[in-house]
């Protein structure tokens, strides 16, 4: 992975951080409608922002990495009471050995990028949980989901499930080429729920002289256990 490529994705994390810390507003007359004012301005920014970063995680993928395949220093792995120890307990059993690599960006207790080892491969999660709404994320014209990302191939399923809220699953089924590493598979969900969106992609891993291992044959996990564990209440602040 480039220096460019691993760079990309704190950048846009920091943006995030700068538009959630949200406009300030005057007391006296009339704050009513400023008030009000303000409050879609932060929606506006937070749709925005949101957007790149999502943009970012589905085109690079697995974030930012430590560099020559070397574990990271103070990594978190399942030691108990760490964030990935009890991440394992909301995924489905066999999933492989849990270890935290970078922090995220975003409101959610188990926000970060994690390394999933199985098998002698290293796959990646990205949990991401943003302040927002349904209304904010717009379907481009033609598409049938808010995650599509002009010039990718991948497939989205958009759900209305019972309680009213939306989910959605994107996977890109065939490998990619970037700076002369070689991503595989991935799939992604979102879930609009209760003012927020939970974000969860699982990558097969990518192969180049930052990375952790091997890749996996297929992301850690499947279509199914990702819509599953999107729907878990514990990711939401």
């Known amino acids: 992975m480039s220096h460019g490529e691993v760079d990309e994705v704190p950048e846009a994390t ?19 409608a400023v008030f009000a004012r303000a409050a879609r301005v932060r929606w506006r920014r937070r749709g925005a922002v949101a957007a790149a970063v999502v943009a970012v995680s589905l085109t690079v993928g697995i974030g930012a ?47 970060g990028l994690y390394a999933v080892y199985k098998d002698g491969g290293v796959g990646y999660l990205n949990v991401q949980v943003l302040p927002g709404r349904r209304q904010d994320w717009p379907v481009p014209v033609g598409e049938r989901c808010s995650s599509y990302i002009p010039g990718t191939a991948a497939t989205c399923v ?15 089924a065939r490998e990619s080429r970037r700076g002369g590493n070689t991503y595989g598979p991935k799939r992604s ?47 939401l602040p």
Request: aromatic fraction near 4%; proline fraction near 12%; hydrophobic fraction near 30%.
């Open 14 to 32: 920091e943006l995030l951080g700068r538009a959630l810390q949200g406009v300030p507003m005057p007391s006296g007359p009339g704050c009513d």
């Open 65 to 111: 990495l430590p560099g020559n395949g070397r574990e990271p220093t103070g990594v978190t792995g399942t030691q108990p009471g760490s964030r990935a120890d009890r991440l394992a307990k909301l995924l489905p059993p066999g999933i492989g050995e849990i270890r935290q690599v970078e922090d995220v960006v975003g409101e959610g207790p188990y926000d």
């Open 158 to 172: 958009p759900e209305t499930l019972p309680n009213g809220d939306q989910r959605e699953s994107t996977e890109l």
């Open 189 to 235: 969900v979102r879930l609009f729920t209760k003012g927020y969106i939970v974000m969860i992609t699982a990558n097969s891993g990518f192969e180049g002289k930052r990375a952790l291992g091997p890749r996996l044959d297929a992301p850690p996990l499947t279509a199914d256990q990702l819509r599953d564990v999107v729907m878990s209440p514990e990711l």
